[in-house]
């Protein structure tokens, strides 16, 4: 059955938080505490500014490569960047896929230190999830949940995973994680039954191995509508 979403793309906020301190990434090879977890990947999420609309990547590959939504991007060419050691870029999209909402993005500048979160693990409904993002600019903000359910969807996107953390507006393109810190989604959007934009306890995010394909890439379309 599809479901009405609300794409979690924003167009205000700024909120700060102080940011995780970049660090070197072991391999994950354990079941995490959240705190633990927001260590491990906090510095690998990047603050998105694009145009008016404000958003969460993920740094996926040691040259900086970042992940996000296709949505938080979608037609404009100003892409502003803010890495959790204060630095910030330019950014200059390298592919979209409006049929997932992903993209991906090549930083003009990078951090000192680069931090690529590790990407793919298992998903498990009722499993515990973490979310980390910039919900209405609260910057590096975490929420816990479970996986509520699989193969979701709404009325543009499938397949997706199904979670209660909560997300709002802003953190569209974070990276749901598992208890391992593993990247096992992007977060995309959120179920709106009253129409107003408010988190309502069930939100959407595109898992990884589906955000990684290459399948329909090309040049940006109309991407997803509400």
Known sequence: MAVLAYWLGSSGG????????????????ATLTVPDVYNRVGPSVVVIQAGKSLGT????????TILTAYHVIKGTKN??????DGTKAKAVVVSSNPKRDVATLKPAKLPEIVVPATLGGAVAVGAPVVAIGNPL??????STGVVSGLNRTTKDLGGLIQFDASVNPGSSGGPLLNARGLVI????SIADPGGDDAFAGIAFAVPIGLALGSEGDGPPGDGPQI
């Not at 700024?14 to 090879?29: I, K, M, Y």
Request: aromatic share 4%; net charge negative.
């Open 185 to 188: 989604g992007i977060v995309v």
């Open 14 to 29: 700024n909120g700060e938080a102080a940011a995780p301190r970049p660090s070197a990434t072991p391999t994950p090879s």
């Open 57 to 64: 990547g993920v740094i996926a590959a040691e040259d900086g």
């Open 137 to 142: 600019g609260l910057t590096y903000s975490v």
């Open 79 to 84: 892409i502003n960047l803010g890495f959790a």
